[in-house]
């Protein structure tokens, strides 16, 4: 099975103008099943409803990229968090410690990486969004297509929005040159457009799939999301009324923690949104993804490169024989539940076990662990935002019920462990669930932006280097700036 993944030209990939569209080959699962063309011209595509398809599935192909799940991601939204530490050989990859150490500049080719991967994805959904309504088509379809489109552009303004705080917001594709530099819409713009396609999307995708298209965004998707963004701007009532909804749709917890990130497990009940990857035999090409192998275990046949490991901090925190520990960290000398030997020595004392993938899976010639999707959205993390709104508008007891589910699954019915949280005090109980989001959801990105939202920057990452007022958000990658003239500026401090 394959995705052709659309690939834009276009004069700055932050602001470009997409003019031809190159069919190039790239994984995916059955609903992503489509021809092998060639290149396209853009006045003759966007014709038919099967151009319409072609292109939604190629937004979704594009999200599995470098610039979305290998280094520029990881050193965005992992890397800072005190979850993480460079990993790999000392002198690999250095540039790694400038965002461990908050010492980075605005020239470093990651930055730009990152925020050209989130405006390559909107260059896509816009694409979709432009294009899609004039083909004459089934509407119910099209409509979904468009729903579909705007949650993946939901996705990355909110990636980019915390990661950089005020930046360009472009909804349409650029007609002609005089439309290609716009300034940075102010924070309050880019997240009432956000809210507006979530609320857009939400109205019209269904809460579940048939078997081909497994993997698309769903109701219970964009609800998700728009909670998360209600919680960054405390919106509480918000992410009370949308997680409610959500644990109203069907989704639950699986039994055992570390299987939620096996293959096996994949889009399974607990999951509300993944990146969908596969391996696709006799074609290392389109079997792309880059996830899983940047972070494996470093010097083993079908582990990988060794980076981003969880940090002495993140395995010191966790309460007293919590089975998510040894889930989310692969220790140096264990063996894995999957029956890997991970030798006694080596670069590195952990490496990340949610993105593992066992060795005997690797196929030579093909990026290690190219099967294994991305978990982007789990219903814990829902449960645990009810858990955190519920407590922010006094409802303590609704609060301790969705902290709880999660407390019960990860204990596994070991009942001398994780003990129920039963504090009705609000500050106590916000700090249980905060510590449960930790635990929970480390070396997920969430623990880098969730201490700056909860405004415990200083306190928590002050020791790495983080300062108040200059590392809320990352510096403006130098060559946006400089494209721009000048119409684009720079972050504080910077």
């Known amino acids: 099975m394959k995705l052709d993944n659309y690939i834009y030209k276009k004069a700055a990939l932050g602001i470009g103008l997409a003019l031809t569209i190159a069919i190039t080959p790239s994984c995916k699962k059955s609903f992503l099943d489509v021809p092998q063309q060639g290149q396209q011209q853009s006045a003759v595509f966007w014709k038919t409803a099967d151009d319409a398809f072609k292109g939604v599935n190629a937004i979704y192909g594009n999200l599995r990229s470098w ?15 005190d979850d993480a530490d460079k990993g790999s050989t000392a002198s690999d990859a250095s540039f790694f410690l400038q965002f461990d150490q908050f010492t980075i500049d605005p020239d470093q080719g990651n930055i730009s990486g990152f925020w050209s991967g989130q405006y390559r994805n909107i260059n896509y959904t816009n694409q979709v969004l432009d294009n899609v309504p004039a083909i004459k088509m089934d509407e119910s379809l099209k409509a979904r297509y468009l729903a579909e489109a705007k949650f993946v552009r939901a996705l990355s303004y909110f990636r980019l929005v915390r990661a950089f705080g005020a930046v360009p917001l472009r909804t349409t594709v650029p007609t002609d040159v005089s439309q290609y530099k716009i300034p940075r819409s102010s924070v309050a713009e880019v997240y009432a457009q956000i809210e507006k396609d979530l609320n857009e999307a939400a109205a019209v995708l269904p809460a579940t799939y048939g078997s081909a298209d497994v993997g698309r965004a769903t109701k219970g998707a964009a609800l998700t999301l728009h909670a998360k963004v209600a919680m960054y701007l405390k919106k509480w009532s918000d992410v009370l009324s949308y997680t409610n909804t959500v644990m109203g749709l069907g989704y639950s917890l699986l039994p055992n923690y570390e299987q939620v990130f096996r293959l096996a497990n994949e889009n399974s009940s607990e999951s509300i949104f993944e990146i969908q990857c596969a391996l696709v035999p006799g074609n290392a090409d389109v079997s792309n993804s880059q996830y899983s192998q940047v972070q494996g275990v470093r010097g083993i046949t079908g582990g990988g490169w060794g980076f981003n ?72 993390d829902v449960l645990l935002m009810n858990a955190e709104a519920a407590n922010e ?102």
């Open 67 to 81: 610039e979305n799940t290998a280094f520029p991601a990881i050193a965005i939204e992992n890397m800072g968090s």
């Open 309 to 380: 490991v969880p940090s002495a901090d993140l395995a010191a925190s966790y309460e007293t024989g919590d089975p998510r520990r040894d889930a989310t960290i692969i220790f140096r000398g264990e063996t894995t539940p999957e029956g890997d030997k991970i030798p006694e020595i080596g670069d590195n004392p952990m490496y990340n076990q949610k993105s593992y993938v066992p060795f005997a899976l690797f196929v030579p010639n093909y990026n290690e662990g190219a099967q294994q999707n991305v978990r982007i959205f789990r219903y814990s």
């Open 393 to 494: 508008l006094g409802n303590t007891s609704q609060a301790l019920s969705s902290l709880e589910q999660v407390r019960f699954r990860a204990r596994q019915g070991n009942t001398s462990i994780l003990p129920k949280v039963t504090t009705t005090d609000k500050t106590a109980l916000r700090l249980a669930i905060w510590k449960e989001r930790r635990s929970e959801l480390a070396m997920e990105n969430d623990r880098y932006f969730d201490v700056i939202r909860q405004g415990r920057g200083t306190e928590v990452f002050g020791p790495k280097g983080w300062k108040a007022g200059r590392n809320e958000v990352w510096p403006v990658p130098q060559t946006e700036i400089d494209i721009s003239g000048g119409l684009i500026t720079q972050n504080p401090g910077y």
